[in-house]
């Protein structure tokens, strides 16, 4: 038997959010985001886990060489957030709240149509081990 | 894009069980449950990963702030089951025998209707790293 | 309510392998599949994470005793590829490229008919914690 | 350069236990160990980490040979206690209290008079991730 | 045998910070802090992981409640530093470049002193599972 | 409170190898070094875990910029033998059986002398997440 195989790769990066909503004060936002709304920011080392699903190619068996996948990763997405502010720093989540979620969907559509072999399945971003988020592209 | 995303929180609970049909004998049970029948019991540290579907919403970027999750899956379940017996001391498991799947049946059943904003979409119990069972609330 | 639950049994094995197509040159497989090539080959602890659905037995609350799976995986796959070389010394890899995608297929296509109880869903080969692949046994 | 090498094999069971102090009643017992007291018991996935020191044999280049050390704490130690509960089930256990702290000690007594090459140098006992205990066999 | 056992306690906190030398411009920080030193902050999941030695209390079995010692962890430290930015929000930081290195040892100086029974004997920081600090109130 | 730091640095790398004594034939090897002596070898994920002892510097905050012990540990080791087999193609493993205690030793001293400030402390490798080898310079 032989048929869609789904292909992984997690990576890593360190960077600093504050959530809120700027059509609200601090006190407000503090009752709706609590901790995670401090004005000075915290920060988290998250993860994104990437699965793309395709048939493996006879001769090289691979759905996709995942070190394709590691610099696509690396050049849309992976440089511009890690070890930065993503307030401030991030062209892409300009005026977007930086929620798990949120990050999650940014992921995507930065790196959806870069993949050349398979399609992107799955964008997973992990906050901590027991917060994360998971975007699969459907449409609302 | 834009579209459902699946937020996940993830928690721990320690908890002894034994695992035997009360109709057999202890030897009836030794021959299927093995040493997880063992009279006197054994216990876990047992991990619970809570997964919620939904639309994030527009201003927040939330599916459903995980600290409201926190507090359901605390109080209609954490609570009932963490530092005890499985068999002897939780109401909801009166008479289930406390396998994974029936413990991830039963964290489901007490957790769904609570859920306020998307829906409950898995729920998945962890006995150890190398035994687990997820429940997505199929109707058999 | 009670349905359909999914089961997990994860395993481990150590085993060196080297990627390379049979039909090309060293300096050719060199450009294709990079480090992963070398000519002596390297190696892994791989993990694999086989997955079972089914509705639990009433009686025994088990989709599927682990204890069955845990054989059956040892049996026909985990004693094979354990302490070995993907290339050379397993009957059911012969002929094919040693990747991650390649091993889950083999790996289901040695398992799913030896699973009495519920039926398998998928098999997830973990090469690194940063590279995976699954198959769910879907026909191309 | 070459000298002292500290070789670990590290392990696992699962066993149920309650702490208490048998002078005391079921409140006091209460006020002092908290939820870890509950009379019915509760449970973990423990590990077991131990370190053995020495120089390495210039023929193997082993301290000592891990699969015997996995036989030592086979015998002397894990299957006496896996899917067992502490309190009642283990008889180098009797009467003592099964801190992590005294389940550390406990096994270093099991295991280091057995340690035939190299010597004990350190037993280390997870309760969970966060809380775990070393004994040195060092003389109060 | 009975002597002095290592008690361990770990917990977690999210916070971000900028390393560098208050003396130096931005082009110089980046030479020597690289992305650390970035204006906005970055961010990690630290772990801080507490070890107190001393003798077992014959009848508790601790060295020293491990309840305890999460609440002086969190009232001397957690509550200050987690969801906080370590450059601005933190007294016992002020003035520090908050380096892994000087992060553990400014924990080790909130905590020291407040340990009742046995000793606190070395407290590490993990930034990342990659990197990370040991501090064992050794006087230079 | 200021004094000696202990800071890590942990990476990876995958490699095969063959444990055997070469006085020896195949049937002896499978006595003494088991599945490990396996003739077509076998492979894993190995951890290095390097820490240096310091005074933190007082401008920096830093034992030892861990980018700099990043790339001394690349150059002096994980280049060699990332993706190698240990047995064939690692210079400073000529000769020697890469039992992990061996590996320990032979890091140690291609690192030892190149750490510029604080002195290497211990060098941990680690095969699997249960057999590990950790050396400290110690003279024999």
Not at 87 to 105: C, K, L, Q, R, W
């Amino acid at each position: 038997m032989r048929g869609t195989v789904y292909v992984y790769r997690r990576a890593h990066f360190s960077a600093s959010h504050r959530l809120f909503d700027p059509n609200l004060n601090d006190d407000q936002n503090q009752v709706i985001f609590g901790a995670c709304s401090n004005p000075n920011g915290h920060g988290h080392n998250y993860h994104i886990e990437v699965c793309i699903a395709g048939l493996p190619d006879p001769n090289t068996g691979f759905v996709i060489d995942l070190k394709k996948v590691k610099q696509i990763m690396h050049d849309r997405f992976l440089h511009k957030v890690d070890h930065k502010n993503l307030n401030v720093d991030v062209d892409f989540m300009s005026g977007i709240n930086p929620t798990t979620e949120n990050i999650a969907i940014a992921a995507w559509n930065q790196i959806a149509s870069y993949i050349s072999e398979g399609k992107l399945y799955s964008v997973r971003i992990y906050e901590t081990e027991n917060n994360f988020a998971e975007y699969r592209g459907e449409a609302s």
